[in-house]
């Protein structure tokens, strides 16, 4: 059976496979926040001919299901069918980083004080040729050579030894040695015939819970060439790390969680490098940044006594990997660093948001926050550090909203309600963009307007005849934040709960944080907020919701997806490496799931803002009027 694309593209489709299956395949990606379980309705598909069989209508209305729109994950084809895939749909990488964003990196690493070393380097030699009077042996003669040029401490794998005698001579003795570096002795990862000095690029990945990100680097000037990200296909094992855990422990899906995440990888660096026209041995090194679960299912370890009491994972500091080990579909031999983790639920991406945040160097208390699925809150300077972790949930990336999705084009990202007319106002991000969903910051601000314009209650209620705009829906009560062509985008009740306990939970986490270590607000100069959403987050708005601590503005700082940023600055210097190696051993982990104070923190603040409104006096006032 055969698909065809109204593009014109005809693919294979193989008995039993779904029409997401085939398209994956044949390298076209559709977006897919629930990894194929049908339940997030964001792989629309339009049947133009042909019979199908549709396993899930979940999602999808009356009136699409009518124009002949299905979920691709769930529909099966019976014959050859055509098919139209929305625009949309269509998983793509996100285009070039503008130059300012580039400039902004280099410019961070410039600040740092270090210099470009990145941790994978290339040296080429000129090995003078043997004779009758020089007789050493290959091996030797290149070891002879490391020596004169004072790179003797180079460990030489067994695996090089087989083609060796051919690499050495095909390019009259002119070879490139890619190696690594480690703090003993450096290791020799590829060897080139002739001068492949360049190109050299490097990859840094964050893997999140819910979403993935990849930077392709230029190792030569840290320049940032492109970005690519995904939906984390594991979300069809679970939304949240314990989830995937079961999945992994008590399902024996531990390879299948391994193959998801590695899948993804390998696709986002593969639209990288055609984009680019890169050839796989010009990608000298990888560096991943993840939570600790999630890094445990990249490298393949067992996680399972993660979420047992004492809670302790396989190891905190890794290994060095190799692409081959892991299947990566780069150079088998090419270098992969994970970022070190501190404990089972404070990962790498919080060490690489810290060292990215510099408040590891830092006098003043400050608060580093990354808001994602999982709320990691760390409280410290450059004397002591102490963090936490509160699971907040998917949401603010948009899982488990009906029309939640990623801060990217077409999403709502602000939302301002007339007080009078209760009509909203909404930007979406993108030039001339239509709005096809809500982002998290759209999500906080619309639930606080509605929370100010008397829509909602303290607890998240709708309060049902105040507005037109508010109706029953499929999943409840629902409010109509925009009506367009693309149909309406709405938050129903169940999502608003959702919000709500997520906000709960990231406040409790400041909350309890600060009084383990004797401390308030008032005593806090700086908070750092980290988060793929937080680009077009409101402060006062999330102060509004009561997420964020009521502080005076200018305190907050918004430095956006700091796990990728620390993996870039990672990749290019071994000075930053080994900081990072450090603030992993200096910081210490408080474990809130045993805490009473959170719990009680907690149910305080499944209200809006809180119960203790008198931790809000502005917002206390603007309830007044």
Known sequence: MNITLTSGKTIAAAPGRSVLEAL????????????????????????????????????????????????????FPSEDILIEIPKESMLTVEGKIATGKSK????????????????????????????????????????????????????????????????????????????????????ITNIFPGDKKTPRYGIAVDIGTTTIVVYLVD?????????????????????????RIVNATEHNELKNLHKAVISDINILVSLLRKSHHIGVDSIDCLVVAGNTT????????????????????????????????????????????SFPCVASYMGGDIVSGVLAAGMHKKEELSIFIDIGTNGEIVIGNREWMVSAACSAGPCFEGSGIKHGMR?????????????????????????????????????????????????????????KGVSSRIREGEDGPEFVVCSGDGGDIVLTEPDIENIIRAKAAIYAGFSTLLKEVGFT????????????????????????????????????????????????????????????????????????????????????????PHTNINAFPHVKELMKK
């Open 104 to 187: 902004d990196l280099q410019e961070l690493l410039r600040s740092t004080g270090a210099e470009i070393e990145p941790i994978a380097d290339r040296t080429v030699l000129d090995l003078p040729p043997p004779s009758l009077d020089d007789n050493i042996s290959d091996l030797e003669r290149l070891k002879r050579e490391l020596l004169t040029k004072r790179l003797g401490c180079l460990r030489v794998p067994f695996r090089f030894l087989a083609n060796l005698a051919k690499t050495v001579r095909k390019e009259n003795w002119k070879i490139t040695l890619c190696t690594v570096h480690s703090e003993d002795c450096d290791e």
């Open 407 to 463: 801060a990217t084009d077409g999403a709502i990202e602000y939302v301002k309600i007339d007080r009078q007319t209760l009509e909203p106002e909404i930007k979406v991000i993108g030039e001339n963009a239509l709005p096809m969903g809500i982002c998290g910051s759209g999500m906080i601000d619309a639930v606080s307007e509605m929370f100010l314009s008397g829509i909602l209650d303290q607890k998240g209620r709708l309060r």
């Open 294 to 337: 999630m890094t445990h299912f990249f490298l393949g370890l067992d996680p399972s006594s993660i979420r047992e009491e004492p809670y302790i994972p396989t190891a905190n500091i890794f290994p060095l990997a190799y692409a081959g080990e892991l299947g990566i579909r780069l150079n088998p031999n090419m270098p992969v660093y």
């Open 521 to 608: 607000f008032d005593d806090v100069h700086r908070v750092y907020i980290a988060g793929g959403f937080g680009k077009f987050l409101d402060i006062e708005k999330a102060v509004i919701l009561g997420m964020l601590p009521e502080l005076p503005k200018e305190r907050f700082e918004y430095l956006g997806n700091t796990s990728i940023t620390g993996a870039y600055l990672c990749i290019l210097s071994r000075r930053l490496r080994a900081e990072a190696e450090d603030i992993s051993r200096k910081m210490a982990y408080i474990e809130l799931s045993v805490s009473h104070s959170f719990m009680d923190e907690y149910v305080s603040g499944l209200f809006i």
């Open 24 to 75: 994956n395949e044949a390298e076209i990606y559709l977006t897919s926040s629930c990894g194929g379980k049908g339940t997030c309705g964001k792989c629309k598909i339009i049947i133009r001919s042909g019979r199908v069989e549709s396993k899930s209508k979940m999602k999808l209305s009356q009136e699409e299901l009518d124009k002949g729109y299905a979920l691709a994950c769930r529909t």
């Open 219 to 243: 190792l030569s000037n840290g320049e940032l060439v492109d970005v690519a990200s995904i939906y984390n296909s594991q979300i069809r094992f679970g939304d949240d790390v314990i989830t």
